[in-house]
Structure formats: C-alpha cells, structure tokens
C-alpha cells in the first residue's frame, strides 16, 4: 500500500482545512487508517484514527469536537476534515494503515504517507 497525504497548508487560527490520504494498492478499504502529527521538537503522536468499513473512529482529546475523520473506500481516500484550528496544530501531518484493528500506537503502522504541512498563525 502506497499512501499519498496531501492538503495542508497555511490558515489563520479559528479556520479549517481538508486533509486527504489517498491510497494505491490492493485491500485498502480493509485497513484501518490513521493519522499522525509531529512538530518540530516533540515526537509523533497519535491524532485520530477509522476503521476499515468506517463504523469506528477515534480522537485524541486534544482534537475531540474539532476534527473529523471519514473515509471513501470507493475513492481510496480517506478524509481529515479540520475545524477551529488553533497555533498548537501546527504540525506535519501523517496518514498511515495497519490491519486489523486501530490503534493509538503508531509503532503498529506498516505503511506511512509522506505527510502534509499544517501551519496554523495566530
């Protein structure tokens, strides 16, 4: 599975951005997707996460009420629908797939897309 992040950007604190992970390669829509972000300094930590068909999904709190995942396995993409963004999301951001379930630890990815910068001024 190759993975392809892009839609970040430049945005003003109090706006929103799509990010979009598009996907190539067999049994995508089997996999759980997740996505990651690091600023410079700190490490990798876990942002949200979707199961394969889509039913579950998971939010750090730090995100919870702000950020949307989705998914369109017709499309092979999954979607990161982000609102009232604040300074503290800037980061780069990461999609990546496991199978089975989904996870918080990214240490339990196998495939990671090359990441798209997020930049929120204040």
């Known amino acids: 599975v190759q993975l392809q992040a892009f839609g970040g950007g430049l945005v003003q604190a109090g706006g929103s951005l799509r990010l979009s992970c598009a996907a190539s390669?067999?049994?995508?829509?089997?996999?759980?997707v997740g996505w990651f972000r690091q600023a410079p300094g700190k490490e990798r930590e876990f942002v949200t996460a979707i199961s394969w068909f889509g039913g579950n999904t998971y939010y750090a709190d730090s995100v919870k009420g702000r950020f949307t995942i989705s998914r369109d396995n017709a499309k092979n993409t999954v979607y990161l629908q982000m609102n009232s963004l604040k300074p503290e999301d800037t980061a780069v951001y990461y999609c990546a797939t496991k199978g089975g379930r989904s996870s918080y630890n990214k240490n339990e990815y196998d495939y990671w897309g090359q990441g798209t910068q997020v930049t929120v001024s204040s």
């Open positions: 390669g067999p049994l995508f829509s089997t996999y759980g």
